[in-house]
C-alpha cells in the first residue's frame, strides 16, 4: 500500500547516459550522489566511508582527486566499493586524464577552471577511451573570467551562458555522455539558472545547493531548492552538500525523493510529533526503528501514531500502522486494517518483525 500524491510529477525527459552501471536521465530514477571527505589517497578510509555511503544508499560516490596520489589511488578503491565512482577534478586536467585511466566512471570536472580548449579535448579523449562519463559543473563561485565580466556578477544567466558555451565544446568534440550541473550556495539563483538551462538543454542535470552549510540549514536549504525544482519535472541525479558526514547527505537526498514519491526505498515512516494524549513515546519509538529498519531497501510505509485522534486515518494509508491506544494497549494495523492490539513495550519487536517479514515477501514476489 502507498499513499497516493495529490498529484503525479510529470518529469521532464531528458538524454540518457550512464555513470557505470548506473543510467541517468530518460525514463530512469533519480539517483542519489554523496562525496566522500576522507583524502583519497587513503585508500582503506575512503573505502570504508564509500561502503557506509552506499549501504544508506547512495547510488554514485564523488571522491576528490588533488594530485597524483589520489588518483593513482582510484585504481585500487574502485576494487572494493559497489558503486560507480566520480572524480572531482579542478585546476589540473592531467588529474581526469588519470582518473578516467584508474577506473572513474565520471569526471567532474569545472571548465571555468580547467583551462583551454586543448585541456578540455585531452580530457574528453580520455573520456571517451575509458568508458567515462563527464559532469560539467558550472559553478558561481567560479565562472569563466570573460563571461562574469560581461553580467558583472554571478547570476543565472551567466551560469547557464557557461554551460551552454561548455556543453557546445563536449559536442563539437562528438562527445554526449554527460550530465550538467549549475550550482550556487543561493537557493534562488540555483532554482532560476536550472530552470533556464532546462528549457534550452535536453542533458541531464544534476541538481545542487553548494556549500549548503551544516546538517539542519543545509537540509532546509537543499529540501526548499530541490523540492522547487523536482516539482517542476527537473532533475535526473541530486547531491545534498552539508558539512556533516556524507551518510547524511544520503539520509537527506532520499527522504527529499520519498516526501514526493519520485523514489520510494526503504521505510517511510509518518509519525506524529506526540502531545499529552500520546499513550506511548512517539518521538524514542521512531528514533528506535528508524535505526532498526535502516537495512530495509525495499518500499515499505509505516505509521506510528501516539492516540486515537489521526491514527487509524493514518493506518488506512499505509503497510502497517500503530495507533496507540489505552491501559498500554495499541492498535495494530496491516494494509489499513485493524488486526490486534500490543502491548506498548512490543511495539518495536512486532513492528520490526513485521517490516522485514513484508520486505520478504514484496522481493520475493518481484
Known sequence: MSIRPFRDIKRKKTKEINVGEVKIGGNNPISVQSMTNTLTSDIKKTINQINKISETGADIVRVSCPDEDSTRALREIIKHVPVPIVADIHFHYKRA????????????????????????????????????????????????????????EPCPEA??????????????????????????????????????????????????????????????KSS??????????????????????PVEEVKVGNEILKSLSLRNRGVKIISCPSCARQAFKVIDTVKLLEEKLSHIKTPITLSIIGCVVNGPGEASQTDIGITGGGKGSNMLYLNG?????????????????????????IEKNN
Open 97 to 152: 586524464i588519470e582518473a578516467a585511466k584508474n577506473g572513474a566512471k565520471c569526471l567532474r570536472i569545472n571548465p571555468g577552471n580547467i583551462g583551454d580548449k586543448k585541456r578540455i579535448k585531452e580530457i574528453i579523449n580520455a573520456a571517451k577511451d575509458n568508458n567515462c562519463s563527464i559532469r560539467i559543473g558550472v559553478n558561481a563561485g567560479s565562472i569563466e573570467k570573460d563571461i562574469l565580466e560581461k553580467f558583472k
Open 337 to 361: 486494517i485493524e488486526t490486534e492490539k500490543i502491548n506498548t513495550n512490543k511495539i518495536v519487536s512486532k513492528i520490526v518483525h513485521l517490516v522485514e517479514k513484508k520486505a520478504e515477501e
Open 224 to 245: 526548499i531548492g530541490f523540492g522547487t525544482l523536482l516539482l517542476d519535472g527537473i532533475g535526473d541525479t541530486i547531491r545534498v552538500s552539508l558539512s556533516d558526514d
Open 159 to 220: 551560469l547557464v551562458e557557461s554551460a551552454l558555451r561548455n556543453i557546445s565544446i563536449i559536442e563539437n568534440e562528438d562527445f554526449f555522455n554527460f550530465k550538467v550541473s549549475v550550482k550556487s550556495s543561493d537557493v534562488f539563483l540555483s532554482i532560476a539558472a536550472y530552470r533556464k538551462l532546462s528549457e534550452k538543454s535536453e542533458y541531464p542535470l544534476h541538481l545542487g545547493i553548494t556549500e549548503a552549510g551544516s546538517f539542519l540549514p543545509g537540509s532546509i
